[in-house]
Structures are given as C-alpha cells and as structure tokens.
C-alpha cells in the first residue's frame, strides 16, 4: 500500500477520469439547456459550466501531464516513445481546444445574462457561439479518446 508508483498512478487515472467526465457532462448539460432555450437556465448553466472547467477540468487537466511525466520517469519509459509522442500531441489538440471553448463559454455566459437581464432572447452571436463550442468539442473528445486507447494499449507506432 506504500508502493508510490502505485499512488502517483491512481491519481493519474483519478484525474484522467475526472477531465473526462467533467467534459462530457458539462457538455452533455450545455448542449441539453441550449435546445431548450430558456435564456435564464441557459445563463445559469453557462455560469456553472465555467465554474466546472476552472475546478475540475483546468484542475485536472494540470494533474495529468505531471503525473504522466512522473509516471514515465518511475516506469523507464523512453518519452519520446511513439505511443507517448502521439500521446502529447493528442493531449495538445485537446487542451487547445479546450481554451478555445473556455474563451466561448466565458462570451455565451455573458450573452446569456445579458439577455436576462434585458428580457430579451437570446442574440445570434450566442447561436454563433455555441455551434463553435460544439465543433471543438470534437476534436477535442476523439483526441482524449484516443489518448486513454494509447495509455493502455502503449503500441509501438514507428
């Protein structure tokens, strides 16, 4: 129960799970809240999504390339191995991705309450906002899909 290997790994795969999951479900419950349309519960998701990203996912998303390195160094991986490589790289597109949606999350909530507090619907530069937020979403989820593929499978690429 000592072994710190073991414990640097769980807290990567605690932390993996959690940068997952905060992004699926805030996802999910965005994209749920914008087809129903009613801008007061979308003004309040988006607060509670830029909340979520800033406690769980940018949390998260910190915890896991240091664990990761760690982890590399204690096991005798090569870094520059091509599964970790790719892995990077993946890692990469998604957290840029991930700023970009931030940056849109932080603009809808702010359209969003402006709405409600004028009483008016919501503008097209939200409608605008949100389809970007959602094309991001993607690259973003197939790149950490693929990163948990390569954190187990570790295949030899080149």
Request: proline share 4%; charged share 15%; hydrophobic share 55%.
């Amino acid at each position: 129960m000592s072994d710190p290997y073991l414990w640097i790994k769980w807290l990567h795969i605690l932390s993996a799970t959690v940068l997952f999951g905060t992004g699926l479900g805030t996802a999910f419950h965005m994209l749920m809240t914008h087809l129903r349309g009613d801008v007061s519960v979308v003004a309040a998701a988006t607060r509670n999504t830029v909340l979520a990203d800033w406690l769980f996912t940018a949390t998260s998303g910190v915890v896991q390339p240091v664990t990761g390195f760690v982890l590399i160094n204690m096991a005798g991986f090569d870094p520059f191995e091509s599964w970790l490589v790719l892995t990077y790289a993946l890692y990469g597109v998604a957290g840029l991705c991930w700023l970009k949606v931030v940056r849109l999350q932080y603009r809808m909530r702010g359209l969003a309450t402006d709405a409600v507090v004028r009483g008016e619907p919501l503008p097209t530069d939200y409608d605008k906002a949100v389809r970007l937020w959602f094309i991001l979403g993607w690259p973003a989820f197939v790149s950490l899909m693929a990163v948990f593929a390569l954190m187990v499978m570790k295949p030899a690429l080149w």
